[in-house]
């Protein structure tokens, strides 16, 4: 029995096949260049630390390309080399259809490229390297935001809106991609991604979307930053003019949302990323989220909510109850969250879709 020889697969500059099919991806530039950003898909496997990095672009620009492929070379030989071509390899044996680039597609994806064939594990390249892929991105980014039509996903804090885009398939979760619930309460474990990262998420996140789906895209309504984020400009614009859905929910009910999510769910997050010190920082971390608006606030609102706050926190602490949180959720939706979501929703004149509470919201927007 003769085995089949795998097809022979070449360098590609298909950009959009590859974001289209989740092509796994090898960035091979250097860890800080990929931490400013890279490309969904892509994992980070350097052939060169940043130190390296940094030697090899001195040795260029002082004496020239053929002195920094000798600096290279010596650097990167022996157990080093052999250790990041094992690593190359391995993710190319459980990744078969994937693609290594470097910052062009120059020396370092050419180097990374003929190593892996010397070593048995030909790997095929991304033509032009991360500058034609984020190059690609923008284009389609800005042009899919000029093509598309929006429905914003609206109501008052605790209504369930991102729950409506999770249950609804032709939708973009901004805040998910984010990594942020976009309030002064919505940092989440783990961090935003750089600004690069989440324009091209949105982006490839957007492709799929007008691809599978005809019709308008529902996204929630958002101001243009989401923590630490902005959203492209014709994006907040085209967002801010989109006609909306307006979910519609009674005051326990949303209370029911905030403690879900703020409570049991960012609980069980701190208690996974801290082990025993999760309760602690999770204090820690809604106490200083409820400092951040002290000013709107007004110092004796905001000097009762820290105490309702510390006094829920104590009961359970003591007798494993958290049941005692919604006192202050309720007070901070009321006395905060509200007023300003009605002074926002007077100063719009958008046209409402549909109006009415999550569940029939998510129906209609199903049909």
Known sequence: MTTATPALRFDTENYRKLFMEDAPLIDVRAPVEFQKGSVPGAVNLPLMTDNEREAVGIAYKNDGQEAAVVLGNSLVQGATKTDRISRWAEFAAKNPSGYLFCMRGGMRSQISQRWMQEAGSPYPLVTGGYKALRRFLIEELDRLIAQTDFIVVAGRTGTG????????????????????????????????????????????????????????????????????????????????????????????????????????????EYDAACGAEGAAEHATFLLNALARIKKRLGGARHQELEGLMLQAFQIQREDGVDTSHRIWIERLLTDYYDPMYEYQLANHSREILFSGSRAEAITWASI
């Open 161 to 268: 809106k991102t729950d409506l885009l999770g249950a609804v398939p032709h939708s973009l979760d901004l805040e998910g991609l984010a990594n942020h619930r976009g309030s002064s309460f919505g940092r989440r474990i783990g961090g935003q991604p750089s600004q690069i990262n989440f324009e091209n998420e949105m982006a490839v996140g957007l492709m799929k979307l007008t691809y599978h789906f005809d019709g308008a895209i529902f996204i929630e309504d958002e101001s243009r930053r989401i923590g630490g984020l902005e959203l492209p400009i014709d994006m907040a614009s085209k967002m801010n003019i989109a006609p909306m859905v307006l979910i519609e929910e009674p005051l326990q009910a949303r209370v029911d949302i905030i403690h879900r999510d703020y409570v049991v769910g960012m609980r069980a």
